[in-house]
């Protein structure tokens, strides 16, 4: 990244260190991982490589993961404060992208009157018809309990099968890839993005009037080769917000590369 600055902070309302990097040039633009990512495991990281010739890119790590804090108890509204104080940092407004919970998140922040200037969004995880199975109905309180009695493994696969809706053989043989070891180490985070995707999982249309202050200019983008379910949602989102256009990646599936993405981005945040 082009004048990358490794690890500074920012302080959240309610005390709690955010760590996070900043670089390149250009008007600032916010990155928002999903569950599980962080700066240094996650594709906000290569995303923000691409992006810097244009943009003054901030990755950070959400609070619980990598090198930022977190104060209990959690609630929605402190993540938004967190996305407030980086903001704090870019001068005063910016652009906010987010990717799969992580766009969820967004769609808070700019909901609850931040000063975002554009919004873009790949592919929140909302279930909206019957393609697929729905969530379980007590898949919020069985996220909540593995993860209080430490059982981390299990509420990655129990998030993985319900509620991402990958095979459990294909699960059941993430365990060894080292990428498992770096989930378990912030899978107790993971109650935090059921919190704000769960309502929109149960296999329901989006209510028309969800996100009504959302009124900024918003890119909504999916990957072609993603799955039936996930390109519903993504067009029903599109759908329901004022001021939205939706664009599909051919080719591209949730795992979005970010030389194909980035060129979509500029083009939509640079009007």
């Known amino acids: 990244m082009i004048g990358v600055i490794r690890m500074a902070t920012t302080t959240s309302s309610d005390g709690t260190t955010i760590a996070f990097d900043r670089g390149g040039d250009g008007p600032p633009l916010i990155l928002v991982d999903g569950a599980m990512c962080y700066r240094a495991s996650g594709p906000n990281g290569p995303l923000a490589a691409a992006l810097a010739e244009h943009f003054t890119v901030f990755t950070y ?13 959690y609630a929605v509204e402190r993540e938004v404060e967190d996305i407030q104080a980086l903001i704090k940092e870019a001068g005063g407004s910016a652009h906010l992208y987010g990717i799969s919970s992580g766009a969820a998140l967004a769609l808070e ?64 043989m993430m365990r060894f890839l080292p990428a498992w070891s770096k989930m378990k180490g912030v899978a107790h985070t993971l109650p935090y993005d059921v919190a704000f995707t769960v309502e929109h999982q149960r296999g329901k249309p989006l209510p028309a009037q969800q996100w009504p202050s959302v009124t900024v200019p918003t890119l909504v983008v999916g990957g072609g080769k993603s799955p039936a379910w996930m390109r519903n949602g993504v067009r029903a989102l599109a759908d329901v917000l004022p001021n939205a256009q939706h ?15 980035a060129p979509v981005l500029t083009e939509f945040l640079n009007r």
Do not use: C, W
């Open 61 to 73: 790590d959400r609070r619980g993961r990598g090198d930022s804090d977190d104060t209990a108890p």
């Open 109 to 172: 922040a700019a909901d609850r009157g931040l000063p975002i200037e554009r919004l873009a969004l790949y592919e929140a995880p909302f279930i909206v018809d019957d393609s697929r199975p729905p969530v379980p109905q007590d898949y919020e309180a069985q996220i909540n309990r593995l993860i209080a009695s430490e059982r981390r493994g299990d509420a990655i696969r129990l998030f993985m099968t319900k509620g991402v809706g990958l095979p459990a053989v294909m699960v059941a």
């Open 247 to 261: 664009h599909t990646l051919e080719g591209e599936t949730h795992i979005v590369k970010p030389r194909a993405l």
